[in-house]
């Protein structure tokens, strides 16, 4: 295969299309913002709900980097629905190139064991398969419908799962209390897996899969029902002594993305602050 000389300009993404779910919050809009600055236009999809927000994702990215950007509602554990979200922005943009499969729910901050007592027994297991549902299936539906259009397209890609620390080490919690329910890093223990399987599948095809784990960042749609004095563990858990700032993940996101990590396959990328160190 023929390289850009230049290490930097293998970052650049010019002229591709980038779709970006969960691109109405906080890591995905960050993501689109990244791809825009290195010249890609963008699909941002989120939850119809979140329709307006995702608009003015797309807005002002076509309006400060001169990109073609544009917002889909899409709910992603549907997959009909992710299918006919990926059909249209082949026919809006005329390909797709690279995927960010991002979007994804917290878990409980209540351990599964007091959520299983008494009444509340039924309301556990719901959303346990809730956050299976969405941070696994609907991971699961947008890697393999968006490979299908690469496929078929016949110019191979390259597809970003968000996956997390959590996936790997059991969230930590103060010393009084355990830790959170186990739905969140179960998924997220799935999409590592899950991530190496499917690489392997389509690199025939020259489709790269490869997986971002994220330690701490603070997202108000992921952390804003955690106690503080979870947030606080969070905050001081790792090395590095805080939480991560959402701008310091961009990078990795474009080097999985991009021709900068042409040879990985399947990869996971931990950006952690050092957290696995202890
Ligand atoms: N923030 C962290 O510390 C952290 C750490 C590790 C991994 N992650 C992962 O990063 C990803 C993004 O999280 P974030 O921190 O930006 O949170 P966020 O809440 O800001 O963004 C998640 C987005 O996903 C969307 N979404 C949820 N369910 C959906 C569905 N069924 N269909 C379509 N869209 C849906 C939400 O509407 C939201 O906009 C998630 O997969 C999360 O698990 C986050």
């Not at 970006?20 to 990244?34: D, K, L, P, R």
């Amino acid at each position: 295969m023929e390289l850009n000389q230049n290490v930097l300009d293998r970052f650049r993404l010019d002229g591709k299309v980038a779709v970006v779910t969960g691109a109405a919050g906080n890591i995905g809009s960050h993501s689109a913002e990244a791809f825009a600055q290195v010249g890609a236009n963008v699909a941002i999809v989120d939850l119809p709900v979140c329709l307006d927000r995702s608009k003015e994702v797309a807005k002002r990215l076509a309006d400060q980097y001169g990109v073609k950007a544009m917002a889909y509602g899409c709910e992603l554990t549907d997959e009909k629905q992710v299918a006919a979200m990926f059909d249209q922005i082949e026919a809006d943009f005329g390909s797709v190139d690279v995927v960010h499969d991002n979007a994804g729910v917290g878990g409980s901050p209540t351990p599964d064991i007091e959520e299983w007592d008494g009444e509340h027994n039924m309301a556990h297991i719901d959303h346990w398969r809730q956050v299976i549902n969405i941070n696994l299936v609907s991971i699961y539906i947008v890697a393999v419908a968006a490979a299908r259009v690469m496929k078929r397209e016949g110019h191979g890609g390259s597809i970003v799962i968000t996956g997390s620390l959590a996936g790997q080490n059991v969230n930590q919690g103060p010393l009084w209390q355990t830790q959170d329910d186990s739905s969140y890093g179960t998924a997220k223990a799935g999409v590592l897996y899950f991530t190496k399987h499917f690489a392997s599948q389509v690199i025939r095809y020259g489709i790269r899969v490869n997986s971002l784990s994220p330690g701490y960042c603070y997202s108000p749609g992921l952390h804003s029902g955690f106690p503080k004095e979870v947030l606080d563990v969070y905050d001081h858990s790792q090395p590095i002594d805080r939480m991560m700032q959402v701008e310091e993940l961009q990078a990795a996101i474009l080097f999985l993305a991009s021709d900068a990590s042409t040879y990985c396959v399947g990869t996971d990328l931990l950006v952690d602050g050092g957290h696995k160190n202890w």
